[in-house]
């Protein structure tokens, strides 16, 4: 209610405004219930979070948001935790044998230092390559990427993006926009008073104004549709009020710095809100994980399923990784420093010209970029002259004018010997079938557009030719930074028009079998022009596709695969790409030859039997492998069988099947039934893994007698 008498004639229009409306006021809760809850500003009462008590939620359990409350004020501890009396705290809870102690919530240390891995619950997870108990053995030959000369372009981090690379969605996010919730801005989605909090140095507000709150987006658009469905874990240090919209959400467990919330995310995303913060202990550090990774995210961050798809590839491009296109980033200077798209162009040209390097601003431009990049080399190659392998500095220019690049080069000068290698672009528009053509392509079937596309490779082996002899001529290697498909609207879209029968067609074909011989007969013409040239070894032949994961629009369908967990092996263009290195780089495994764990008496492992003809089982052995005891077959008899874990509380063995380019499937049994597999998508599969409660694989190369059955070499 208005506190003002209507009838005071001096007051202002304001509480003549607040007396005819009559206006509610909020109502405050007692002391703030100690930010240990949230107050119902309606009914002045505190809703404590999980582990505090009281009118004011003055009283701590000790729960530290893991348990909830007892009648005698101490705390009931979730599995993985257990009450310490002496400290009145929920602590973690671990039955670690020889003294080891616990490094998480029923989860032991090891005895021995991991050199090349990370140790979790008793033993080392070695690192691709690494094998033995410490993981301190290199092995280039277990690596599924071994000589390889494929790489690819990593996707950016943000709240769009189709491609999940961390277990952690926070990572993901977006940066924090501000909001009101009075006010005439009050319906607006972001104000831009971002100059009006007060930040801390780590990003997050030391304080917020009382009508001001801060929101930031996570899995918007088409991962929204495809990420993990069920209960998230929020973390966060410091005392606050956070709170979601646009999600279906249900909250599990609200407790302070900790809360579950069963979440079934679509297209809309997840808004995560930040309403309060106290000035004293701010909120902070704040999380998202993934369900099923709560335990395992600090020490195990990617998310499985991403680093599966990119394990076969020598090289990683962080171009949109590090927002190269919207800052100055180097090793190979930035990137496309000729485009006058991007910022990085402008900058060069205005730099050559202060420093009169061409009267003309293109021509400046260029000079700069051989001024600065050679500098640049020069500084990576002091850091490293102990080292010069460990680094490739690579210079760039436009591969589609080739007597630009000649040019360029050309005033690169003796500067060539700052650099190692020369990188070009390997795209295919099928003679730019969807701009020039884009009434013919719609009359066209697959199949003529895959033919269409097949006979622009001349073009691209000319194109090839013409660089590796242009490298040669200056003593360097040659690259590709990128290539692939790039079938869209080019020159169209450039003047603000695009149509969407076009655009639907070209991603059509992008998702179509019959776009992946066009994918195979560009990386075949690299191979045979520049990979087996004997004066383009190492470091020359990269091919780095464009890119790994992205959502197809008129911009072009440049994901290889369009969000992280699509089934790789329906994705023609993947599926090309791999074939391809299976083809060439046969001797590279697909996956670690032997695996094995122990369970008390017993042994699981899964391998290629010794005796007789070569064939993949799965089996138990209860006398130290002399015996063993098969499952049912798994996958084709011709795939790789990779034993995951077992879960001793539900009997479960899970196996992944990878067939010969690198594509898993993801299975379990229950070890009390021994009758049928049971299939998962790769989420479930690698969040069920992911628990503690699931006993991982020896570590790589670590068989402990079990292999007198196995081929393991």
């Given amino acids: 209610?208005?506190?003002?008498?209507?009838?005071?004639?001096?007051?202002?229009?304001?509480?003549?405004?607040?007396?005819?409306?009559?206006?509610?006021?909020?109502?405050?809760?007692?002391?703030?219930?100690?930010?240990?809850?949230?107050?119902?500003?309606?009914?002045?009462?505190?809703?404590?979070?999980?582990?505090?008590?009281?009118?004011?939620?003055?009283?701590?359990?000790?729960?530290?948001?893991?348990?909830?409350?007892?009648?005698?004020?101490?705390?009931?501890?979730?599995?993985?935790?257990?009450?310490?009396?002496?400290?009145?705290?929920?602590?973690?809870?671990?039955?670690?044998?020889?003294?080891?102690?616990?490094?998480?919530?029923?989860?032991?240390?090891?005895?021995?230092?991991?050199?090349?891995?990370?140790?979790?619950?008793?033993?080392?997870?070695?690192?691709?390559?690494?094998?033995?108990?410490?993981?301190?053995?290199?092995?280039?030959n277990i690596m599924a990427n071994k000589d390889v000369s494929v790489g690819i372009n990593v996707g950016g981090l943000s709240y769009y993006s189709s491609e999940l690379k961390y277990?952690?969605?926070?990572?993901?996010?977006?940066?924090?926009?501000?909001?009101?919730?009075?006010?005439?801005?009050?319906?607006?989605?972001?104000?831009?008073?971002?100059?009006?909090?007060?930040?801390?140095?780590?990003?997050?507000?030391?304080s917020l104004q009382d009508n001001m709150r801060l929101g930031k987006l996570m899995l918007r658009s088409t991962i929204g549709l495809y990420a993990p469905k069920g209960n998230y874990t929020l973390l966060y240090d410091g005392e606050g009020d956070i709170s979601?919209?646009?999600?279906?959400?249900?909250?599990?467990?609200?407790?302070?710095?900790?809360?579950?919330?069963?979440?079934?995310?679509?297209?809309?995303?997840?808004?995560?809100?930040?309403?309060?913060?106290?000035?004293?202990?701010?909120?902070?550090?704040?999380?998202?994980?993934?369900?099923?990774?709560?335990?395992?995210?600090?020490?195990?961050?990617?998310?499985?399923?991403f680093l599966e798809t990119i394990k076969r590839y020598s090289q990683l491009r962080y171009m949109d990784f590090l927002h190269t296109n919207g800052h100055t980033i180097y090793i190979e200077y930035s990137n496309e420093v000729w485009n006058g798209i991007f910022r990085q162009t402008h900058y060069t040209q205005e730099q050559g010209t202060k420093l009169n390097l061409d009267p003309q601003s293109w021509k400046a431009g260029m000079k700069y970029y051989n001024k600065r990049s050679s500098e640049i080399m020069q500084i990576w190659k002091t850091v490293f002259g102990s080292q010069p392998d460990k680094i490739v500095t690579v210079w760039a220019w436009q591969t589609g004018n080739q007597d630009y690049t000649r040019q360029a080069i050309e005033d690169l000068g003796n500067r060539t010997r700052n650099f190692k290698a020369i990188a070009i672009t390997g795209y295919f528009d099928c003679n730019n079938l969807a701009g020039k053509h884009a009434a013919e392509m719609l009359n066209m079937s697959n199949i003529q557009m895959e033919t269409y596309c097949n006979n622009q490779m001349s073009q691209s082996e000319s194109s090839f030719q013409y660089f590796m002899d242009l490298a040669k001529k200056h003593g360097l290697k040659l690259?590709?930074?990128?290539?692939?498909?790039?079938?869209?609207?080019?020159?169209?879209?450039?003047?603000?028009?695009?149509?969407?029968?076009?655009?639907?067609?070209?991603?059509?074909?992008?998702?179509?079998?019959?776009?992946?011989?066009?994918?195979?007969?560009?990386?075949?013409a690299w191979y045979k022009i520049v990979i087996n040239d004997p004066q383009n070894s190492s470091p020359g032949g990269l091919f780095n596709y464009f890119s790994s994961t992205g959502t197809p629009s008129k911009y072009g369908s440049w994901g290889m695969l369009e969000y992280t967990g699509q089934d790789p092996g329906t994705v023609p263009k993947?599926?090309?790409?791999?074939?391809?290195?299976?083809?060439?780089?046969?001797?590279?495994?697909?996956?670690?030859?032997?695996?094995?764990?122990?369970?008390?008496?017993?042994?699981y492992g899964c391998?290629?039997?010794?005796?007789?003809?070569?064939?993949?089982?799965?089996?138990?052995?209860d006398d130290d492998g002399t015996t063993w005891s098969y499952y049912p077959d798994v996958g084709n008899t011709g795939?790789?069988?990779?034993?995951?874990?077992?879960?001793?509380?539900?009997?479960?063995?899970?196996?992944?099947?990878?067939?010969?380019?690198?594509?898993?499937?993801?299975h379990s049994i229950d070890t009390r039934t021994t009758n049928t597999?049971?299939?998962?998508?790769?989420?479930?599969?690698?969040?069920?893994?992911?628990?503690?409660?699931?006993?991982?694989?020896?570590?790589?190369?670590?068989?402990?007698?079990?292999?007198?059955?196995?081929?393991?070499?």
């Fill in 244 to 305: 979601f919209r646009f999600a279906h959400e249900h909250i599990m467990f609200n407790g302070k710095g900790r809360m579950v919330i069963n979440i079934n995310e679509g297209k809309n995303g997840i808004d995560l809100i930040l309403s309060r913060t106290n000035p004293a202990n701010p909120v902070r550090n704040v999380r998202f994980i993934m369900p099923g990774f709560e335990d395992r995210y600090e020490k195990f961050p990617f998310y499985p399923p």
């Fill in 677 to 713: 597999w049971k299939t998962y998508t790769s989420f479930d599969y690698y969040s069920s893994v992911a628990s503690r409660k699931t006993q991982r694989r020896l570590p790589n190369g670590v068989y402990n007698y079990l292999d007198t059955q196995a081929r393991c070499s």
């Fill in 639 to 666: 795939d790789t069988l990779v034993l995951d874990g077992f879960n001793p509380t539900t009997y479960t063995v899970y196996v992944r099947s990878v067939n010969k380019i690198g594509v898993n499937k993801y």
């Fill in 574 to 603: 993947y599926v090309a790409t791999q074939s391809f290195i299976t083809r060439h780089y046969s001797h590279s495994p697909v996956d670690i030859p032997c695996s094995f764990l122990q369970q008390s008496t017993l042994g």
């Fill in 607 to 621: 391998f290629l039997q010794k005796r007789g003809a070569l064939r993949w089982r799965c089996a138990v052995t």
């Fill in 479 to 524: 690259l590709m930074y990128e290539g692939g498909p790039s079938i869209m609207e080019g020159s169209a879209i450039a003047q603000g028009l695009s149509h969407d029968d076009v655009t639907n067609k070209a991603i059509a074909f992008n998702r179509d079998q019959h776009i992946k011989s066009v994918v195979d007969n560009l990386l075949e």
């Fill in 1 to 140: 209610m208005c506190i003002f008498k209507c009838t005071m004639r001096s007051f202002l229009f304001l509480v003549v405004l607040c007396c005819k409306l009559r206006i509610s006021v909020s109502v405050t809760c007692p002391n703030d219930c100690h930010w240990n809850g949230k107050c119902d500003t309606n009914s002045g009462k505190c809703q404590c979070f999980e582990g505090f008590i009281g009118n004011d939620c003055a009283v701590d359990c000790g729960c530290k948001g893991h348990g909830t409350c007892k009648s005698d004020n101490t705390c009931l501890c979730q599995d993985g935790w257990k009450w310490y009396a002496a400290q009145h705290k929920c602590i973690w809870d671990c039955q670690c044998p020889n003294g080891i102690q616990c490094i998480g919530p029923g989860i032991c240390g090891c005895s021995t230092n991991c050199h090349q891995g990370t140790c979790w619950n008793g033993q080392c997870e070695c690192f691709e390559g690494y094998s033995g108990n410490d993981c301190s053995h290199y092995n280039p």
């Fill in 167 to 206: 277990v952690d969605i926070a990572k993901l996010s977006q940066s924090w926009i501000t909001q009101r919730t009075s006010g005439p801005n009050a319906n607006k989605w972001d104000t831009n008073e971002q100059n009006l909090v007060n930040w801390r140095n780590d990003g997050y507000p030391a």
